[in-house]
Nanobody, 118 residues
Framework: QVQLVESGGGLVQAGGSLRLSCAAS????????MGWFRQAPGKEREFVAA???????NYAASVKGRFTMFRDNVKNTVSLQMNSLNAEDTAVYYC????????????WGQGTQVTVSS
């Protein structure tokens, strides 16, 4: 059973930076496909970024160039470096994992709040 624990959320001013981390356990981390999602108040959960087990990464258009996802297969962690934050980035951020591209994102962390003040 994959377990995910996020950390690093908080309050930041517009234009500032924040780094989220997610620690994974319960599975061979290097085989996991990892992702970040977010859910703003009154909106559906949306994809933010993914770091695939094969080494590639994807970003949502809204964060590309501002957010960078890292994965550390030794420490079994992923992190999300968020720069140039704006009010639209305010959301609960979730770490997620999937065992393969053929399976859904079916492992989720508890979420961490990110609030950007304008």
């Amino acid at each position: 059973q994959v377990q995910l624990v996020e950390s690093g959320g908080g309050l930041v001013q517009a234009g500032g930076s924040l780094r989220l981390s997610c620690a994974a356990s319960g599975y061979t981390f290097s085989s996991l496909n990892m992702g970040w999602f977010r859910q703003a108040p009154g909106k559906e959960r949306e994809f933010v970024a993914a770091a695939w087990s094969v080494g590639t990464k994807n970003y949502a258009a809204s964060v590309k160039g501002r957010f960078t996802m890292f994965r550390d297969n030794v420490k079994n962690t992923v992190s999300l470096q968020m720069n140039s934050l704006n009010a639209e980035d305010t959301a609960v951020y979730y770490c997620a994992a999937r065992l393969s591209v053929a399976t859904p994102w079916n492992y989720w962390g508890q979420g961490t709040q990110v609030t950007v003040s304008s």
